[in-house]
T-cell receptor
Framework: DTAVSQTPKYLVTQMGNDKSIKCEQN?????MYWYKQDSKKFLKIMFS???????INETVPNRFSPKSPDKAHLNLHINSLELGDSAVYFCASSPGLSGGTDTQYFGPGTRLTVL | DQQVKQNSPSLSVQEGRISILNCDYTNSMFDYFLWYKKYPAEGPTFLIS?????DKNEDGRFTVFLNKSAKHLSLHIVPSQPGDSAVYFC??????????FGKGTRLHILP
């Protein structure tokens, strides 16, 4: 039974399109995150939500809009996709509010390719 | 601005020997350090952590050492096993809500 799941696993799309990536966790955690791993392999936090409330927004372009309908879901919508958005996007969750020390549980990642 | 640096992109170690993965950091405010392990096509999984009030934390075959004066930490795996072949991410936090990750080191365990 997958703890943190993401769909789709792969996403290939054209520049300018709008796409969404979904994330669900069944761990009962309060905090969820989105990370981006770019071609240089850096894994960087984009957003975190605690119980549907935005906690961290790391100067991500406003083309990226996270949406948390409930604390078990954190979806990522990306408007007007650009070539530089190509990356692997990881969703994660943690039990408490302290993302700095809580163990984070990651999903398998979504590889986004923008053509 | 790399606050967490893993300067070795890859490392090969003979099965049964010790693997030592190194990590340096620049932010003196970091007070909690973590190691995550990642297999291909999977997300990172937590391995071990250490608070800045300690200089060593051990969990089975895995030991993390922290040298605050040098702003350096290392992960020791002994003995190394084939299943340890993976990418290892060093990460750090400054008591706030986020973790800063390094670029990772790919560890190959040779038979």
């Amino acid at each position: 039974d997958t703890a943190v799941s993401q769909t789709p696993k792969y996403l290939v799309t054209q520049m300018g399109n709008d796409k969404s990536i979904k994330c669900e966790q069944n761990l009962g955690h309060d905090t969820m995150y989105w990370y981006k791993q770019d071609s240089k392999k850096f894994l960087k936090i984009m957003f975190s939500y605690n119980n549907k409330e935005l906690i961290i927004n790391e100067t991500v372009p406003n083309r990226f809009s996270p949406k948390s309908p409930d604390k078990a879901h954190l979806n990522l919508h990306i408007n007007s996709l650009e070539l530089g958005d190509s990356a692997v996007y990881f969703c994660a969750s943690s039990p408490g509010l302290s993302g700095g020390t809580d163990t984070q549980y990651f999903g398998p990642g979504t590889r986004l390719t923008v053509l | 601005d790399q606050q967490v640096k893993q300067n070795s992109p890859s490392l090969s170690v003979q099965e049964g020997r010790i693997s030592i993965l190194n990590c340096d950091y620049t932010n003196s405010m970091f007070d909690y350090f973590l190691w995550y392990k990642k297999y291909p096509a999977e997300g990172p999984t937590f391995l071990i952590s250490i608070s800045s009030i300690k200089d060593k934390n051990e969990d089975g075959r895995f030991t993390v050492f922290l040298n605050k004066s040098a702003k350096h930490l290392s992960l020791h795996i002994v003995p190394s096993q084939p299943g340890d072949s993976a990418v290892y991410f060093c990460a750090a936090s400054a008591g706030d809500d986020k973790i800063i990750f390094g670029k990772g080191t790919r560890l190959h365990i040779l038979p």
